[in-house]
């Protein structure tokens, strides 16, 4: 069983679609969780960060996590065409660097 | 502020061959550290740097790959010899705290033939 684990996808949406993704985790020691989005021919870029459990908005985008049931979850309001990218998923223990990364989920906004 | 920048964009090689990698963090980052994302799989952690110290790196699968950070700025990860699984894109990343989020180059794509 990996420990973090996210559907690749791919995923296509209309334009202004609310986008929910998701991922699982195994490991009770993670304490940060991150999103990244990865446009092609690009590094991952942070989107969004949390430490614990709880919610966190910023613009059209929330993180939730539930630690509880060790499952994360990024929502994206009013999805643009502008935010087709592979969506990765991150977590790592307290105080330390090993990040773990799900597969990605590949998203598509059409127009 | 300029971000972090990684060279070659793209390496093609020969099996047996030797690649050298390099990483030009963020400036003033003390944490650097090389991720590796081979055909199929999640992006996977290699080892971190502090300053020119190697803080981790229990994520480096063998002794052809040797990474030096030397005088605490720049990084480069050597791989000798280059095998065919070696294949994959090598990212680098910094930032100023631990635990804290990455910026990732734009990576590294190695194909080993």
């Known amino acids: 069983q990996k420990e973090v684990e996210q559907d690749p996808g791919p995923l296509s949406v209309p334009e202004g679609a609310i986008v929910s993704l998701n991922c699982t985790y195994s490991?009770?020691?993670?304490?940060?969780f991150m999103w990244y989005r990865q446009y092609s021919r690009k590094g991952p870029e942070l989107l969004m960060y949390t430490y614990s459990s709880g919610n966190k908005e910023d613009g059209r985008f929330t993180a939730q996590v539930d630690k509880s049931s060790k499952y994360i979850s990024l929502f994206i309001r009013d999805s643009q065409p502008s935010d087709s990218a592979t969506y990765l998923c991150?977590?790592?223990?307290?105080?330390?660097?090993?990040?773990?990364f799900g597969a990605g989920t590949r998203l598509t906004v059409k127009p | 502020e300029a971000g972090v920048t990684q060279f070659p964009s793209h390496s093609v090689i020969e099996k047996g061959q030797t690649v050298t990698l390099r990483c030009d963090p963020i400036s003033g980052h003390d944490n650097l550290y090389w991720y590796r994302r081979v055909m199929g799989k999640e992006i996977k952690f290699l080892l971190h740097f502090v300053k020119e110290s190697k803080q981790d790196e229990s994520g480096m699968p063998n002794n052809r790959f040797l990474a030096e950070r030397t005088g605490g700025t720049y990084s480069t990860l050597k791989v000798q010899p280059a095998e065919l699984e070696d294949s994959g894109v090598y990212f680098c990343?910094?930032?100023?705290?631990?635990?804290?989020?990455?910026?990732f180059g734009s990576g590294t794509r190695l194909t080993v033939v």
């Open positions: 490991n009770s020691a993670f304490q940060y």
């Open positions: 990343a910094s930032s100023q705290s631990r635990g804290a989020g990455y910026t």
């Open positions: 991150a977590m790592s223990p307290l105080n330390n660097n090993d990040m773990r």
